[in-house]
């Protein structure tokens, strides 16, 4: 890195470090690309009429701020708790992701690229970059394994709505970690022109980073919206965590306040003591893949393994690296629950509100249903609700068919 | 980091002229010849260990200066679908590191003495220990690295742990590095440099770069050590192309197509055609005549 990019960060990680975490392990052919994104990422980062337009974009385009909801009957079920949502299903797509694709997309498009591509496993980053580049006029291919294709048929007819092309993805486990790998040969392969738009806090540097920055909007609103309501810091913040990027985005808000409990909430999938489950940080391993140094589901050979959950969006055997770094320093608490838990999350929300959360999502409903009774009357809590369940229905529709009939 | 380690080394370097010093040896002998190294590349356990320790004593015989041996890693982003398959079928084959070096072994132990130098990815070097593996690798008889996603600026303690094991540490340059990049991948290259010919990903291609031979003697002019060409290399006219520029040339997925061609997978393990090795080796010799 340059000694003129470090000092227009000049703030911690300007190195792509967190801890022994985070790095650059790419293929040389990417390394310039890296740099050149880095040089340009921090230098609009702080250009007036970068950041203009694209305050701009999150307001009238995703609809930003988000409400922060108080889900009182959620409340109430819960024992007399404060349950606050923070409502990232009303963005535009629904989820989270399009905070980051607007920005990313905003950025290449300033940087001189052409095309854009991405990887998607449930589809909603996948339908977030489809829109961003729609909006922005690139064209877009988005990488998708092929197991996820039939699983989330819709999200790719609306990411071909969007005028992107959907490429199945049929090496390794035909899931996100392979469509990862193809869209990092694309790009070794067309780098010059291509843009590629990582969906989480994951990656080589600057991607966790630039990604968490552009999600950090999630954790500013949060933490305004909160002290109009109660006149100080919630108690807890909770919020689900496959790569990490909506944890990352409301906890940053909230890392320099020492007394606010972090939770971040993980896949147990079928359980943590089997093969199928995406707890990277409960029970994974540091190691390096996808281009950074983070924990990760490996073997002891350093194969990676496949990850599980009932949530598509956090299946993955990887995590960001400063999450893996919060879990060491221990500033961040993470826990896991499994796929029946986190889909009677679903039940509950959905059942208490009208609101049916993204089953990703349903995962810290579910964490705090399970602490729920050791909580003080009273304990004010802030959910990040970041996608909507709308992609899940038939989904979940299937299993409780498949209960009754059990 | 035992100090039993490093007598082992002085020992084996010694003995046989291993590490940075056999690789250094195979580009003088080669441009004594007035030739370019040839430099083949197999993945160690496809279609299986045994034959791949017949591959390369036929490697050997057949002119290989050095021999690449790739460690199969499960998500290998650098790699075209004919590495990325070959990884695989090593790894149904439940392939791991330890076997890899024990299959350095076994060929030492038949008189192979041709360089070997271990191509992978960071991770599984990562897990099995960098200086256990280190010295694993000199006590099996390997001479050097490949590691395709550990850059310049990730290597440090990398660089540290080989060259205190005499082991050649081998950089990558690509097209789209700047030249003053180059320059300083270079210097810290040890054993030889590899120029990625392509922007892109590993895999024979018909057609090589315009400008490739422009762009290696740039890359050359910079280079304290013999630059080897791979990626995409696949005919023996390609071959003889490059042959009048490049210290080495180094060819992998068109051999690894020869293997696959004979391969046939089955529920349990793979069906192997008898004169796999026989045509790889012909193969081989049809690449090393065109130097």
Redesign the interface.
């Known amino acids: 890195m340059t000694t003129t990019t470090k000092k227009r960060c000049g703030k911690k990680a300007a190195d792509g470090r967190f801890g022994p975490y985070g790095g650059r392990f790419v293929p040389e052919t990417l390394m310039p690309a890296l740099m050149e994104l880095e040089e340009a990422y921090f230098f609009y980062k702080k250009d007036p009429e970068f950041k203009k337009e694209l305050a701009a974009i999150l307001k009238d385009y995703v609809g930003r701020p988000t409400p922060l909801y108080e889900a009182k009957r959620l409340g109430e079920a819960l024992g007399g708790i404060r349950v606050f949502l923070k409502r990232e299903d009303l963005t535009h797509t629904g989820a989270h992701k399009i905070n980051n694709t607007v920005g990313q997309v905003l950025l290449a498009k300033r940087m001189g690229k052409t095309r854009i591509i991405a990887e998607t496993g449930a589809g909603q980053h996948g339908v977030a970059t489809a829109t961003a580049a729609a909006l922005m006029g690139l064209s877009c291919e988005v990488y998708m394994g092929r197991k996820d294709t039939v699983r989330q048929a819709m999200n790719v007819f609306r990411m071909e709505l969007s005028g992107a092309r959907v490429i199945p993805v049929d090496s390794g486990t035909k899931t996100l970690k392979d469509a990862i790998n193809e869209a990092l040969r694309d790009w070794v392969t067309n780098v010059r022109n291509t843009h590629y738009v990582i969906g989480s806090v994951v990656g080589p540097h600057p991607y966790p980073i630039m990604v968490r920055d552009f999600q950090s909007v999630i954790g500013k609103e949060t933490k305004s919206q909160i002290k109009k309501v109660i006149g100080k810091m919630p108690d807890i913040v909770i919020a689900c965590v496959g790569g990490g990027s909506n944890a990352m985005g409301i906890f940053s808000g909230f890392v320099n306040e020492e007394a606010v409990k972090l939770i971040g909430v993980e896949a147990a999938g079928k359980g943590l003591d089997t093969d199928f489950h995406s707890a990277t940080l409960c029970v994974g391993s540091p190691g390096v893949l996808h281009g950074t140094m983070s924990y990760l589901l490996q073997d002891k050979w350093g194969q990676i393994k496949g990850a599980h959950s009932v949530a598509p969006g956090l299946d993955y055997p990887g995590v960001g690296p400063e999450h893996s770094m919060f879990k060491d320093t221990g500033r961040v608490k993470y826990v896991a629950v499994d796929d029946e838990e986190a889909l009677e999350g679903f039940k509950l929300l959905s059942q208490t509100e009208g609101i049916i959360p993204a089953l990703e999502s349903a995962h810290a409903v579910a964490y705090l249903k399970k602490i729920a009774p050791e909580l003080k009357k009273g304990t004010s809590v802030v959910i990040n609700l970041s996608g909507r369940g709308d992609k899940d229905v038939s989904t979940v529709a299937q299993i409780f068919k498949e209960k009754k009939n059990e | 980091m035992s100090e039993g380690f490093a007598v082992i080394k002085d020992k084996d370097i010694k003995a046989s002229s291993r590490g940075i010093d056999a690789i250094k040896d195979a580009f003088t002998k080669a441009k004594e010849e007035k030739r370019s190294a040839f430099i083949p590349f197999i993945t160690a356990g496809d279609p299986n260990i045994l034959i791949s320790e017949e591959l390369i004593l036929a490697l050997s015989d057949a002119g290989a200066d050095i021999i690449e041996l790739g460690v199969p890693?499960?998500?290998?982003?650098?790699?075209?679908?004919t590495i990325?398959a070959s990884s695989?079928r090593a790894?149904k084959n439940g392939i791991?590191?330890?076997d890899v070096l024990t299959l350095v072994r076994k060929v030492r132990e038949k008189g192979c003495m041709t360089p070997i130098v271990l191509m992978g990815?960071?991770?599984?070097?990562?897990?099995?220990g960098l200086s256990r593996f280190a010295e694993k690798m000199v006590e099996v008889g390997a001479d050097g690295t490949i590691i395709?996603?550990?850059?310049i600026?990730?290597a440090h303690e990398w660089r540290r742990i080989a060259s205190i094991n005499g082991l050649a540490n081998i950089?990558?340059?690509?097209?789209?590095?700047?030249i003053s990049?180059a320059r300083f991948?270079a210097e810290a290259s040890t054993g030889f440099l590899y120029y990625?010919s392509v922007?892109?990903?590993t895999g024979a291609r018909t057609e090589l770069p315009e400008h490739l031979q422009e762009a290696l003697r740039q890359v050359k002019a910079v280079s304290p050590v013999p630059v080897g060409v791979g990626f995409g290399i696949s005919t023996p006219e390609q071959v003889k192309m490059l042959s009048r520029i490049a210290d080495g040339i180094i060819v992998g997925s068109a051999i690894i197509r020869v293997i696959q061609r004979h391969v046939t997978e089955k529920d349990i393990g793979f069906e192997v055609n008898p004169n796999l090795v026989e045509d790889v080796k012909k193969f081989i010799s049809e690449l090393v005549k065109a130097i």
Request: charged share 15%; proline share 16%.
């Open positions: 890693f499960s998500d290998p982003v650098a790699d075209g679908p990325q695989q790894l791991t590191p330890e990815y960071y991770n599984p070097v990562l897990q099995y395709a996603d550990l850059p600026e990730e950089f990558l340059v690509a097209p789209t590095t700047p990049r991948i990625v922007t892109g990903i």
